[in-house]
């Protein structure tokens, strides 16, 4: 049966350039997708709790109509049933970033028209319409022709912010900060005050300094330089050498990894960390350099999983570019709780 772009399919939002892995990876869901145009997929209805990682947003496709106000209100109004966030957007693409006018141009005048309709409140955010047990109403604009509608319960949302883009405000000495910083918001939870992380491939120091900045101890593991600021810090001990090499003196709380190294070596010293039972949690950064990226990070979550790592989930966060993000959590002792299962603040 082929896939039509009709009510009923679902859309989803990728990064640009990363449709072909989500189509594979529903496709090993036992999902059939196919690419819509740059930056989305169109699929079947996907399994109740399937969370693809390449993914950055879906909506079920209620509704396809012309990118004006009244055409959309009146699209939308009936799948209001609770208070709701208004999330209107186009995909992450040269050609879907070309709508961002017509994007903003249509969020004034369509959120006006809602209100005056008098329909369930309004929020402000996912955020708000999550803790509100409320919707997501989707407007996905594919081009100046035409928009897909879609309602989808907050809590349930695959993000929570606007097509799955959370951009996040990080200083610190290395870009991959804000991977870590996205990661602790799409999980809801990170290392605390006191806790002990373990940082596999530190260098420069970015993801050591959001864990400090949290109150956190790190033992930041690299062969290469750590900033000098960071090594100063008291909270903070630099292991100069290999990831392989390195063995700690007590159990971590966190086990945090983004080491560009082979995704299989990675899994697998990650894998021992979890099966000699050497940190609770994990927020790995594995990277895939290679066109098969679907099937390797299935490998790489049942390599995972051989450690003992469970409720192992990834995802390709706004701000990985061929990477994706993977967290896990290894339960031992009385407080070891698995992180929450949805996103948590970001949106
Ligand atoms: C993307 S950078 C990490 C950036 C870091 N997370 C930050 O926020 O500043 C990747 C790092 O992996 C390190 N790396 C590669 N192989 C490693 C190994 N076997 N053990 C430890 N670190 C390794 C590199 O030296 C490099 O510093």
Known sequence: ??????????????????????????????????????????????????????????????????????????????????????????????????????????????????????????LDSGVAARAAGGQLAQVCLMSDKQVAVGVVPAVSAHSLAPGGRLRVRQGGPARSARKLAEAL???????????????????????????????????AVDPGRLAPSLRAERRVRYVPYSAFDFVPEEPADWLLCDMAWRPLEVAALLARWGRRRWARFLIANIKLPMRQRAAMLARVKEILATGGWVDVRARQLYHDRDEVTVAAWRGFGVDARPPQRRAGRDG
């Open 1 to 122: 049966m082929s896939l039509l772009l009709a009510p009923g399919a679902w859309l989803w939002t990728t990064r640009a350039g990363a449709e072909r892995d989500l189509t594979e990876e529903l496709a090993l869901l036992g999902t059939a997708a196919r690419p819509l145009q740059d930056g989305l997929v169109l699929s079947a209805p996907p399994p109740a709790g399937a969370e693809p990682a390449f993914a950055r947003q879906g909506l079920p496709v209620a509704a396809l109509c012309a990118p004006e106000v009244e055409a959309v209100a009146a699209a939308l109004r009936p799948l209001l049933r609770r208070p709701y966030a208004l999330h209107l957007f186009s995909p992450d693409s040269e050609a879907g970033n070309a709508l961002c006018g017509l994007v903003r141009g249509l969020q004034g005048p369509l959120t006006a028209r809602l209100d005056r309709d008098g329909g369930p409140p309004r």
């Open 185 to 219: 918001l799409w999980l809801g939870r990170g290392p605390e005050r006191g806790d002990l992380c373990v940082d596999l491939g530190a260098a420069p120091g970015g993801w050591t300094r959001v864990a400090l900045a949290r109150g956190a101890r790190v033992i």
